[in-house]
């Protein structure tokens, strides 16, 4: 069964997880919040991946550790490419898609389009998180024997945090 946990800290260290999760744009221009705390703790082990093929609306770049070592406590990466043509909900369902193939047992979401991109698809943080949980609806009914364990972690937003934990569907941890 899948089971999904909200937790509060920086994406990179505050779970152990197979991967984490981050939209880019096409044009390789990401080097914001999320992008920076990844290369803060791995350099550019993970950006080359997603740097060396062309990229497309809705593409999920599954970039490897491959033993390498850093200081995060992920894995993998996945890049989502989101140029705001997409719901978040299908950005987000084919990463959790992903999961599924690549054979991960967990993995990480930030809150997505926040921010400074609050507003160009999404206009609140409520929209936001009603995105998400679309996505892993979606998920759970198309895999119900999945044991995927999401997490969603949340970064110095009190009320994304409470907006996630207010159905009762997600666990704080």
Not at 133 to 161: G, M, Q
């Amino acid at each position: 069964m899948t089971t999904v946990y909200v937790k509060t800290g920086d994406i990179t260290k505050a779970v152990s997880v197979d991967a984490i999760v981050t939209l880019i744009n096409p044009g390789g221009m990401w080097w914001g919040g999320l992008d920076n705390a990844i290369m803060h703790v791995a350099g550019t082990i993970y950006h080359s991946q997603a740097r060396a093929i062309p990229l497309t609306d809705g593409q999920v770049v599954v970039a490897k550790r491959h033993g390498r070592q850093h200081s995060g406590s992920f894995n993998d990466v996945l890049f989502v490419v989101d140029d705001l043509r997409l719901p978040l909900s299908d950005l987000m369902f084919s990463a959790l898609r992903e999961t599924q193939i690549e054979g991960y047992r967990s993995i990480a979401f930030p809150m997505m389009r926040t921010g400074v991109m609050l507003g160009a698809f999404e206009p609140n943080i409520r929209a936001v998180v009603e995105q998400m949980r679309a996505a892993i609806d979606k998920f759970t009914h198309l895999y119900p024997d999945s044991d995927l364990k999401i997490y969603i972690v949340v970064y110095n937003d009190p009320e994304a945090e409470n907006i996630l934990l207010e159905d009762g569907s997600m666990v704080k941890i």
